[in-house]
C-alpha cells in the first residue's frame, strides 16, 4: 500500500449503530487529519493530530470520536449519527508546518 | 485570518480551450497557497503549491498557477482544456500550524 489508504470506502448504518473509519499513512508524516465532505458546502476539518496529540477539535459533536494509537493510523468512531451526518469522511497526512496534506480516498457514509 | 473565496462555482469550457479557475485570498502575513483536484469519488489530489518563491508555480496536468500579491490572488490556468480535466478543483490556504482553510470548490466541466 502506498499514500494514504481509508476504510471502509462506502458504509451504511442506522442511527443505533456503532461503527468505525480506518485512515493509515505509508509516507512517515507527523500530522494527521479528518475532514467532512458534505454537498455544495466547503471542506470542514474535524479534527487534527500532531504526533499522536489532537492538537484541533473544531467543535465536533461528541458522537465523533477520533483515537490515533500510533503515527501512521487514525479512526474515527462513529455512535449515534444522524441522517445530516451523512457525507464523504477524508483523511489526509502531512509532515512538518506548511507542508502541503496528501489525502485518502474517503468513505462514503449514508446514516439512514 | 486567513481564508480564500473561489469566484464561481462551476466553470464550463470547451475541450481545447484555455480554463482559468479563480481564487482571492485574505492573509495577513504571506501565505502559502495551495490547488487541489478532485475526480468523482476520490480524495484530494494536490496540483500545485506557492510556498513564497517563484510567483508562477508550474503544477501537474499542464496546470499553472500565479501568484499576484497587488490583487491578493492566485488564479489556476491551463491553456487548452482536455475532457479528463473534469473535476472540482479547491484553492487552500495555510491558516496556523499545519491547518488547511479550503475554500468552496469549483467544478470544471468541459464540453466535446
Redesign the interface.
Known amino acids: 500500500e502506498t499514500g494514504v489508504t481509508q476504510t471502509p470506502r462506502h458504509l451504511v448504518m442506522g442511527m443505533t449503530n456503532k461503527k468505525s473509519l480506518k485512515c493509515e499513512q505509508h509516507l512517515g508524516h507527523n500530522a494527521m487529519y479528518w475532514y467532512k465532505q458534505s454537498a455544495k458546502k466547503p471542506l470542514e476539518l474535524m479534527f487534527v493530530y500532531s504526533l499522536e496529540e489532537r492538537v484541533e477539535n473544531n467543535s465536533v459533536p461528541s458522537r465523533f470520536s477520533p483515537e490515533c494509537p500510533n503515527s501512521s493510523h487514525l479512526f474515527l468512531h462513529l455512535h449515534t449519527l444522524q441522517p445530516e451526518d451523512s457525507a464523504l469522511y477524508l483523511c489526509a497526512s502531512s509532515q512538518g508546518r506548511n507542508n502541503e496534506q496528501f489525502f485518502g480516498p474517503g468513505t462514503r457514509l449514508t446514516v439512514l | 485570518a486567513q481564508s480564500v473565496t473561489q469566484l464561481g462555482s462551476h466553470v464550463s469550457v470547451s475541450e481545447g480551450a484555455l480554463v482559468l479557475l479563480r481564487c482571492n485570498y485574505s492573509s495577513s502575513v504571506p501565505p502559502?497557497l495551495?490547488w487541489?483536484v478532485q475526480y468523482p469519488?476520490?480524495?484530494?489530489?494536490?496540483l500545485l503549491?506557492y510556498?513564497s518563491a517563484a510567483t508562477l508555480v508550474k503544477g501537474i496536468n499542464g496546470f499553472e498557477a500565479e501568484f499576484k500579491k497587488s490583487e491578493t490572488s492566485f488564479h489556476l490556468t491551463k491553456p487548452s482544456a482536455h475532457m479528463s480535466d473534469a473535476a472540482e478543483y479547491?484553492c487552500a490556504v495555510?491558516k496556523g500550524?499545519?491547518?488547511?482553510v479550503?475554500?468552496?470548490?469549483t467544478r470544471l466541466t468541459i464540453n466535446p
Open positions: 502559502y495551495f487541489y469519488n476520490q480524495g484530494l489530489q494536490l503549491k510556498t479547491f495555510i500550524a499545519q491547518k488547511l479550503f475554500g468552496q470548490g
